[in-house]
C-alpha cells in the first residue's frame, strides 16, 4: 500500500523540544487577527519561488497536502500572486494523472515519486480554490475546484455499514471487505464547502459519518482515534494493522479541523484536551505532552508534542472547557513545515470561532 | 423552588456517601457505584442545562425509560422526580411524541440512544451545538450517553481481555458497573481476578451479592465468583448474599444452595477420578441427595461408575439403572451391562445390552466382557480358559484404561502382537485422549490382522474381509455386526475426528469399510465438528443446517444444544434462543446453560 503524508511524518519532528528558546521573537501562532504578515513570515520560510511548499522536516520534498496548506494560507492572507504560483506548480507538477486528482508526492531529486494521489491533499486544494474564487471573484478557481471534488467523487467516496466515507487514496486502502480509513482526512469546513456545491449531497453525508466515526473510533486510556483505522462491513471500527498503532501526527489534526468547522461540543475535544491537561500540568516536572500516544496500550514516546501540535492543544482545552492548561511557545526560528503549519492553522481557527488564539 | 430542590439534592448526595451500603441498594436513578474504593455519589440531576421552565419536572428520561421498556429504571425514576417535587405526578401519556419544549426539541438523540445508536446520537448533538451554540443538551442525556458508551467500553475491553482498561473505564464511570448493569460490574470483578487483584475481585462480587436486591442477580453472582474464588471465600459470599440487606418479597434460598450446587459440581468431577473411599461418607451422600433431587442422569452415571470401582456392583447397578429411566442413553446402559456383569447377572446384562446392541460400539464392546469373543487369538490376547474375564476384560470393566495400556504391553512383549490386541489398544489410548497414537494403532491393526492368516470364526479378517462377519444384514434387516475390519477403520475414522482432521476424514469417508451404523455416527460427528467451526466463522445459518442434518441421525447432546442456541442467538433470533437455552437449563443447569440464559433473557428484556 502506498502510504501518503502521515507515515512518513513520524520521526521528522524528533528534533523539536516542546518549549523553544526564541522567547524574543515574535510568535505568529499567537498573532490575532490572521493577516498578511503572518502569511509573509510564513512564505518565506516555505514557498519556493517556483511555487512550491517545501516541507522543511522531511528533506525538502513537496507534496499535495502542502500545496494545499499553502494555497489556503495565501487566500488567508490575501496574497493572490503567491496562490497563483502555488496552483500553477501544482497543476503543472502534480497533476499528472489525468483523472483530475493530485500525484501525492514530489522529491527534489526525481521529481513525482508517487503517483497515487492522498485525498486531504486533493481536498486542501479544492477548498483553497473555493475560498480564492470567493475572496477574488474568480470564476475560474471555482470551475477548478469543482473538477477535482468531482473527481474526488467518483473514485474516493464510498458506502460501507450505512456510512459515507473517504478513500485516503485511489490505490491500497481496501484489505477484502474492510476499509483502512484516515481519521484526520475529514477536513469537515471543506467538506461543508464542497456539500454546498451543485450535487453535494453525498458530501453532507460524508460529514455526518465523520462525526459518528470520531464517537466510534476511541481507543485506549485516553480514548483518542488512531491515526490509521479501519471500518469493516459490519460498520465495527479497529486500529489499522500496517500502520504504527498509534494517535499521533496525523490524528492531531482532527481537532482543528472540527474547530475550523464551527463544532463546540466539547464531547468531541475532550480526549485531546485530557492528554494535555494530564501531561501539560507537569510540565516543569520535566514532562512535556507527548507527540504520539500507542493505541490502545497508551504509551507515550519521549519526542514533545511540536509547538504547532501544542497550539491545537490549546484550542481543543478552549473547547473541551478545560481551560487554558496548554502554554504554546512561540515558533522557533528553524521550526519546521509542519509545526508551523499547524500553529498558523490553529491561528486560522481561533479566528473564525472568536476566541483568543 | 429552585433553593429547596438544591438543598435536597445534597441532602441525598450527603447521605449517599456517608450512608455506606443503603446507598448502593437504593434504586435511585442515581449512581450506584460498585468498583471499590470510587467514592459513590447519587447523581442529583438539579435540573438541566436546557433550564427547563420553573416548576416544570424534566420528563425526558423517563419518557426514555419508558420507550425502551425498562421499568426498574422508569419507576426509580418516578422516585427521583417525586423527591425533586412532592406535588408532581408521572405523565399519562408516557409514550406520546412530545412537541419541541424551548428550543431545541432532545427527542431525536434520545430516539437514537434508545435505539442503540449512540455514536450516532453524539454525531446529532454535536451538529445541533454547531447550529445553536447556546444550546446545551440536558445532564440527563449527557449521563445516560457517557453511562451507554461506557459500559460499551467495559464490555469491549474485557472481550479482548485488556483487564487494566476495564478497570480504568469503571472507575471513570462507576455507574456503569451497577446493579442495573450486572454484566459489566461481573466483567469488573473478573477484570480485578485476572489482574490477581483477589481482594478486589472478592470486594466487587461481595459488594453485588449484598446490595443488588434481586436473589436471582446474587445467585447468579455466586455462580460468576466460583470461577475466580476459593472454596472458602465462595462461601462466605453466599453466605453473604443469602442474608445482608434482604428486599421484601425476595427469597434468598436459592442464593445459599447456589453454593450448594457449586460444590455438587466439585464432587461429581472429584467422583469421576476418585480413588474407592476418597470422599468422606457425608459428601458421598450430599451428591446422591442432589443428584436424585435434580434427577441429573449424568450424575448418576458418576455414582454408579464410582462405586463400580469400588467393585459395589449391587450400588453401581442402582445408578446407572436410575440414569437410564431419567434419560436413556448408551452410556447408562453401558454401565448397567457391566454392573450385572459384575453381579454375575449375564442374563440382565445382555437385556440391558438388547436396545443399543450393534448401534453403539460402547455396548459391543461391553459385551465383549459378557461374553468373550472365544478362540486362540480373540480380543483378550493369550488367554486360557474360555470363559471368565482376563486381566484385561477387568481393566476394561473397571474403566482402567491406563492398565489396559500396560497389560496390552506385557502380552504383546510375551506372545507378539495380534491384530485384536493392538485394536483393543487403540480404543484404550482414544480414551486416554491420545488420538494420534490411537490413530496408528488401528492402522497397525489393519496392516496385522491383513497379514494373519484366517483363523476361523470371528476373528478371521484381511483376505475376504467383509465375508467372514457378514451375515447378510441388510436381508434380515437386523443391524450389521462389524468385522474387526470394519472396527479397524471405524476406530481410525475416531482417532482422525480426535485429531481434528476433518477434510481427510469427510474426503475419505465414502470410501472407507464401514457398516451404515459406523458411517451414520462419524457422519454425525463430522457434522457436530463442522458446525462448531462455523460458530467460530460466524456462519450461524450454516450452525442450524448442519445440526439439523445432524439430528435426522442422532439424538442432540447437551453441548450441542448450547451450539444450537447461540446460533440462534446470533441470528438474533432470541426469543428461540432463549427457549433453547432454558430447556438445556431444566435439565441440568451449568455455567454454560446459565450464561445463555441469562444473556438472551438480558437481549430481550434490555437488561444490561
Not at chain 2, 168 to 175: L, R, S, V
Not at chain 2, 284 to 303: T, Y
Amino acid at each position: 500500500m502506498t502510504s501518503p503524508v502521515g507515515t512518513s511524518r513520524r520521526g521528522m519532528l524528533a528534533g523539536t523540544a516542546a518549549l523553544g528558546l526564541a522567547a524574543a521573537l515574535p510568535a505568529a501562532s499567537r498573532a490575532a487577527p490572521y493577516d498578511g504578515a503572518a502569511w509573509r513570515r510564513y512564505a518565506e520560510r516555505f514557498l519556493l519561488p517556483e511555487g512550491r511548499i517545501v516541507d522543511t522536516g522531511n528533506k525538502g520534498i513537496s507534496h499535495s497536502e502542502g500545496q494545499g496548506y499553502g494555497m489556503l494560507l495565501a487566500v488567508a492572507g490575501g496574497d493572490r500572486a503567491a496562490f497563483d504560483r502555488l496552483w500553477g506548480w501544482t497543476q503543472r507538477v502534480l497533476m499528472v494523472r489525468g483523472d483530475g486528482l493530485v500525484a501525492w508526492r514530489w522529491t527534489p531529486d526525481g521529481g513525482v515519486a508517487d503517483r497515487n494521489n492522498a485525498s486531504d491533499g486533493d481536498m486542501l486544494i479544492a477548498w483553497a480554490l473555493l475560498r480564492a474564487a470567493e475572496t477574488w471573484q474568480a470564476e475560474a478557481y471555482r470551475t477548478a475546484a469543482a473538477a477535482i471534488v468531482k473527481a474526488l467523487a467518483a473514485g474516493l467516496l464510498v458506502e460501507q455499514a450505512g456510512l459515507t466515507v473517504l478513500l485516503p487514496g485511489r490505490d491500497g486502502f481496501r484489505k477484502g471487505e474492510t476499509l483502512v480509513l484516515n481519521p484526520s482526512y475529514w477536513i469537515f469546513p471543506a467538506i461543508r464547502a464542497f456539500a454546498a456545491l451543485p450535487g453535494g449531497e453525498r458530501w453532507g453525508k460524508l460529514s455526518d459519518s465523520g462525526l459518528v466515526l470520531l464517537s466510534k473510533a476511541r481507543f485506549g486510556g485516553f480514548q483518542l482515534p488512531p491515526d490509521w483505522m479501519t471500518l469493516d462491513a459490519a460498520g465495527t471500527v479497529g486500529i489499522a494493522d500496517g500502520f504504527k498503532k498509534q494517535y499521533g501526527y496525523d490524528a492531531v489534526r482532527v481537532p482543528l479541523y472540527l474547530a475550523m468547522d464551527g463544532y463546540r461540543d466539547p464531547y468531541y475535544f475532550r480526549p485531546f484536551a485530557t492528554l494535555a491537561t494530564k501531561f501539560g500540568a507537569t510540565k516543569y516536572g520535566g514532562s512535556a505532552v507527548p507527540a504520539t500516544v500507542s493505541l490502545p496500550g497508551g504509551t507515550t514516546t519521549q519526542v514533545a508534542a511540536s509547538v504547532g501540535m501544542l497550539a491545537v492543544y490549546r484550542l481543543a482545552c478552549k473547547l473541551a472547557g478545560a481551560g487554558d492548561a496548554v502554554t504554546v511557545p512561540p515558533l522557533a526560528p528553524d521550526e519546521d513545515y509542519y509545526s508551523t503549519t499547524l500553529a498558523h492553522l490553529s491561528a486560522l481557527a481561533a479566528q473564525s470561532l472568536g476566541i483568543d488564539p | 423552588m429552585t433553593r429547596p430542590l438544591l438543598l435536597s439534592a445534597l441532602i441525598l448526595a450527603a447521605t449517599a456517601i456517608g450512608g455506606g451500603s443503603d446507598a448502593w441498594a437504593q434504586s435511585n436513578g442515581g449512581a450506584r457505584a460498585l468498583a471499590p474504593g470510587v467514592k459513590v455519589e447519587v447523581a442529583p440531576a438539579p435540573g438541566s442545562g436546557s433550564a427547563p421552565a420553573a416548576g416544570k419536572v424534566d420528563e425526558t428520561a423517563l419518557r426514555y425509560y419508558a420507550r425502551i421498556g425498562d421499568g426498574e429504571r422508569m419507576e426509580a425514576e418516578i422516585a427521583r422526580l417525586r423527591a425533586l417535587d412532592p406535588g408532581w405526578e408521572p405523565p399519562k401519556d408516557l409514550f406520546a411524541p412530545q412537541p419541541a419544549a424551548t428550543g431545541v426539541d432532545e427527542s431525536p438523540f434520545w430516539s437514537l440512544l434508545s435505539a442503540g445508536k449512540v455514536a450516532e446520537a453524539r454525531a446529532a448533538i454535536a451538529e445541533q451545538r454547531r447550529k445553536s451554540p447556546s444550546w446545551q443538551p440536558s445532564d440527563k442525556l449527557l449521563q445516560e450517553l457517557d453511562l451507554a458508551e461506557s459500559a460499551g467500553r467495559i464490555r469491549s475491553a474485557s472481550d479482548t481481555k485488556r483487564w487494566q482498561e476495564v478497570v480504568d473505564a469503571a472507575a471513570a464511570q462507576p455507574e456503569a458497573v451497577a446493579c442495573n448493569r450486572l454484566d459489566n460490574a461481573w466483567r469488573l470483578a473478573e477484570a480485578y481476578a485476572e489482574l490477581k487483584q483477589t481482594d478486589r475481585a472478592f470486594d466487587t462480587y461481595k459488594t453485588i451479592v449484598t446490595t443488588c436486591p434481586k436473589a436471582k442477580e446474587r445467585r447468579d453472582t455466586i455462580f460468576k465468583a466460583s470461577r475466580h474464588l476459593s472454596p472458602e471465600r465462595l462461601r462466605e459470599l453466599s453466605a453473604l448474599g443469602a442474608t445482608a440487606n434482604p428486599a421484601t418479597g425476595e427469597d434468598y434460598s436459592a442464593v445459599r444452595s447456589a453454593e450448594a450446587e457449586l460444590e455438587t459440581g466439585r464432587l461429581l468431577e472429584r467422583l469421576g477420578n476418585a480413588k474407592p473411599g476418597a470422599l468422606s461418607a457425608a459428601d458421598l451422600s450430599r451428591v446422591q441427595g442432589i443428584v436424585r433431587d435434580k434427577q441429573d442422569a449424568d450424575g448418576a452415571i458418576a455414582l454408579g461408575w464410582y462405586f463400580q470401582k469400588q467393585k459395589n456392583f449391587a450400588e453401581a447397578q442402582g445408578w446407572f439403572t436410575q440414569a437410564n429411566e431419567w434419560t436413556p442413553s448408551d452410556k447408562a446402559a453401558e454401565g448397567l451391562v457391566l454392573a450385572y456383569n459384575g453381579l454375575g447377572d449375564k442374563a440382565q446384562a445382555r437385556a440391558a445390552a438388547a436396545p443399543w446392541k450393534g448401534k453403539s460400539s460402547r455396548i459391543d464392546q461391553a459385551l465383549k466382557a459378557v461374553d468373550p469373543p472365544r478362540g486362540p487369538a480373540g480380543p483378550g490376547g493369550g488367554r486360557s480358559a474360555p470363559q471368565g474375564p482376563s486381566e484385561l476384560d477387568r481393566a476394561l470393566a473397571r474403566h482402567d484404561f491406563a492398565a489396559c495400556i500396560s497389560i496390552i504391553r506385557g502380552t504383546i512383549a510375551k506372545s507378539g502382537p495380534t491384530a485384536a490386541l493392538l485394536q483393543q489398544r487403540g480404543w484404550c489410548l482414544l480414551e486416554l485422549k491420545r488420538p494420534s497414537e490411537a490413530e496408528a494403532a488401528f492402522a497397525e491393526a489393519q496392516t496385522l490382522a491383513a497379514r494373519e492368516p484366517a483363523k476361523g470364526g470371528a476373528s478371521a479378517t484381511g483376505t475376504a474381509p467383509g465375508k467372514a462377519g457378514s451375515r447378510s444384514p441388510a436381508a434380515s434387516g437386523l443391524p450389521q455386526t462389524a468385522t474387526p475390519a470394519q472396527e479397524n477403520a471405524y476406530g481410525q475414522a475416531i482417532a482422525r475426528l480426535a485429531t481434528g482432521d476433518v477434510t481427510g476424514l469427510t474426503r475419505d469417508l465414502p470410501r472407507a469399510n464401514l457398516t451404515a451404523t459406523q458411517r451414520a455416527e462419524i457422519r454425525a460427528s463430522l457434522m457436530a465438528t463442522e458446525a462448531g467451526r462455523a460458530l467460530e466463522d460466524k456462519r450461524y445459518n450454516d450452525v442450524l443446517r448442519l445440526l439439523d442434518a445432524r439430528k435426522e441421525l442422532e439424538p442432540e447432546p447437551r453441548n450441542l444444544g448450547i451450539v444450537r442456541g447461540w446460533a440462534l442467538y446470533n441470528l438474533m433470533r432470541f426469543d428461540e434462543a432463549y427457549v433453547q437455552f432454558k430447556s438445556i437449563d431444566d435439565r441440568l443447569s451449568t455455567e454454560e446453560s446459565r450464561e445463555g440464559l441469562s444473556t438472551a433473557w438480558k437481549t430481550i428484556y434490555h437488561d444490561w
